[in-house]
T-cell receptor
Framework: AAGVIQSPRHLIKEKRETATLKCYPIPRHDTVYWYQQGPGQDPQFLISFYEKMQSDKGSIPDRFSAQQFSDYHSELNMSSLELGDSALYFC???????????????FGEGSRLTVL | GNSVTQMEGPVTLSEEAFLTINCTYTATGYPSLFWYVQYPGEGLQLLLKATKADDKGSNKGFEATYRKETTSFHLEKGSVQVSDSAVYFCALSPPKTSYDKVIFGPGTSLSVIP
C-alpha cells in the first residue's frame, strides 16, 4: 500500500541558509501535518493543512512557512536556519473526518535536517 | 488542555521479560489513544490503537486497554525480544470534531538485552 513519501530523506545546510522539505500524502488523504523531533525528544506539532488551507498551528517559528498544493502535497520552507533547527521532520497524513472513520495519522519516514 | 504522560525511561529488560510502559492522559471528551513505535534511525509507526473505553488494541504481541476510569492506556507485552528495542510513544487525538493534532507523550526508550 502507498505510504506517506517525504523528500529529501537527509539534508545538510549551513547556518542562515534555506531548506525546503516535501511531503506527499497517501492518496485520498486531504489532511497533512508537520512535526519536528529534536534529538531525544518527542515529536512537536508544527502546522497542519486541510484541503489546502492551514487548519492548525503549533510551535512553528516565524522563519518557517508551509503550504499545501492542489495535488495535496505539502512543502515546509525553512529560512535563516539555526543550529537548533537540526532535527527529524515528520510529515503525516490522514483522511478527512467523517462518520464511522477511525481516524489516525500515517507518518512518513522523516527528513533529517542537519544545520552546520 | 490535552496531555499525555508516560513513565520515564530508559527501560532495560532481559529477553523474554514482561513489559509494562505506563501511560496516562488528560483530555476532554473521548479521545482516541495510540501507541507509536520508533526503531533506531526510523520514522514513527503505529503499533496499536483504541478509540473508545474498554477497547483493547493489540499488535505483534503488544496490548493496551483504554481505561476511562483511570484515564490510562498502559502498554504490555508478555515476552519481549531484542527486536523490540525502540522508543515507544503514547499519543492521543481529541474527538474528531476539529482538526486538532495528535499529542504525543515524551516517549519511553526500551532496550532488550539477550
Amino acid at each position: 500500500a502507498a505510504g506517506v513519501i517525504q523528500s529529501p530523506r537527509h539534508l545538510i545546510k549551513e547556518k542562515r541558509e534555506t531548506a525546503t522539505l516535501k511531503c506527499y500524502p497517501i492518496p485520498r488523504h486531504d489532511t497533512v501535518y508537520w512535526y519536528q523531533q529534536g534529538p531525544g525528544q518527542d515529536p512537536q506539532f508544527l502546522i497542519s493543512f486541510y484541503e489546502k488551507m492551514q487548519s492548525d498551528k503549533g510551535s512553528i517559528p516565524d522563519r518557517f512557512s508551509a503550504q499545501q498544493f492542489s495535488d495535496y502535497h505539502s512543502e515546509l520552507n525553512m529560512s535563516s536556519l539555526e543550529l537548533g533547527d537540526s532535527a527529524l521532520y515528520f510529515c503525516a497524513s490522514s483522511p478527512s473526518p467523517g462518520t464511522g472513520v477511525i481516524w489516525e495519522l500515517f507518518f512518513g519516514e522523516g527528513s533529517r535536517l542537519t544545520v552546520l | 488542555g490535552n496531555s499525555v504522560t508516560q513513565m520515564e525511561g530508559p527501560v532495560t529488560l532481559s529477553e523474554e521479560a514482561f513489559l509494562t510502559i505506563n501511560c496516562t492522559y488528560t483530555a476532554t471528551g473521548y479521545p482516541s489513544l495510540f501507541w507509536y513505535v520508533q526503531y533506531p534511525g526510523e520514522g514513527l509507526q503505529l503499533l496499536l490503537k483504541a478509540t473508545k473505553a474498554d477497547d483493547k488494541g493489540s499488535n505483534k504481541g503488544f496490548e493496551a486497554t483504554y481505561r476511562k476510569e483511570t484515564t490510562s492506556f498502559h502498554l504490555e507485552k508478555g515476552s519481549v525480544q531484542v527486536s523490540d528495542s525502540a522508543v515507544y510513544f503514547c499519543a492521543l487525538s481529541p474527538p474528531k470534531t476539529s482538526y486538532d493534532k495528535v499529542i504525543f507523550g515524551p516517549g519511553t526508550s526500551l532496550s532488550v538485552i539477550p
